[in-house]
């Protein structure tokens, strides 16, 4: 059996991704579940799935705890989510990324694989320009380093499955085949760091929210942030009005200011803007 994790962010198709994998791998004759997880369940907020693949009939129903592939649909998880925790020894780490596969590890070794399915997904107009859906690129590239299941039936689930733009879609598979690179990677010599000590909370437990959204570090979320383009703004303050994580800022002339540490790149001030003030760019 093949066990597969997705980590992605909610807008980026991670769930849709384990459900088109499983359709190639039917269309393939081979068995597949797929299922999700949902954290806090808004626009980009964590979301896990899990996909099995099988010759026989699959009986397990657990969550993936010690996955042979770990998928990563936004590089910002990596800074402060555990993604590869329980990753098999020599098992493969796949990053929706535009660095090369060398400037990534693995603590007990195994194949990294990257490929810039961001920008596949902006070049093909798959999503918007403030929410790419990388999910196609990705998979795309995970029939290529796996050869778990065939690029044919890929296409067939995506052209079948996807309700919008699968042209585009299966575009963007190809692309993603073609541009992913796989390097293997010896177990890493350096000890992790220890976790710091968890800081107090300022505010107790509430039911709404864990946390006051002024300690959640939002930022760490963001693949593409907002620039405001102060010749186009009326100062309207409807981005200030929309902004999930209170993000914004107003400056001594009453123009927006985006509060980086608290942004996490949903793109909903775009969406809002009367006068398309602000652009969503890629992360550096
Ligand atoms: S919504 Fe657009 S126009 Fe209004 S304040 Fe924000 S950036 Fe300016
Ligand atoms: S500033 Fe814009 S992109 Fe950032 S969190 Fe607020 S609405 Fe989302």
Redesign the pocket.
């Known amino acids: 059996m093949l066990e597969i994790r997705f980590h992605g962010r909610g807008g980026q198709g991670a769930v849709v991704a384990s459900e088109l994998l499983a359709q190639a791998v039917f269309f393939d004759g081979k068995v597949a579940q797929s299922f999700p997880f949902f954290g806090v369940e808004r626009r980009g907020a964590p979301v896990t799935a899990f996909t099995r693949i099988d010759d026989q009939p699959i009986r397990l129903r657990s969550f993936i705890e010690n996955p042979d592939v770990v998928v990563v649909l936004d590089p910002g998880l990596l800074r402060d989510t555990p993604v590869t925790e329980g990753l098999k020894p020599g098992g493969l780490l796949l990053v929706n990324s535009p660095r090369p596969p060398e400037a990534f590890s693995l603590p007990l070794g195994g194949r990294i694989a990257t490929l810039d399915a961001t920008g596949i997904a902006l070049g093909r107009k798959v999503g918007t320009a403030t929410m790419p859906v990388v999910n196609t690129a990705v998979l795309g590239a995970l029939a290529r380093a796996t050869g778990a299941f065939t690029e044919t039936s890929l296409e067939r689930a995506i052209i079948s499955f996807v309700p919008s733009h699968p042209e585009e879609n299966r575009a963007a598979a190809r692309d993603g085949a073609e541009a992913v690179r796989t390097e293997p990677v010896a177990p890493s010599t350096v000890a992790p760091a220890p976790a710091p000590p968890a800081a107090p909370l300022p505010f107790p437990e509430g039911p709404m929210a864990s946390r006051p959204s002024h300690v959640l570090h939002t930022s760490s979320w963001r693949t593409l942030r907002p620039v ?3 010749d ?9 009005e ?1 902004c999930p994580d209170d993000a ?1 800022d107003l400056d001594a002339e009453g ?2 200011l985006v509060r980086l540490s608290y942004c996490k790149g949903c793109g909903i ?1 775009a969406t ?7 652009q969503m760019v890629t992360e550096a």
């Open positions: 405001i383009d102060r186009r703004c009326t100062r309207c303050n409807f981005c200030w929309f914004f123009y927006p001030c809002e803007c009367p006068p398309d003030a602000i």
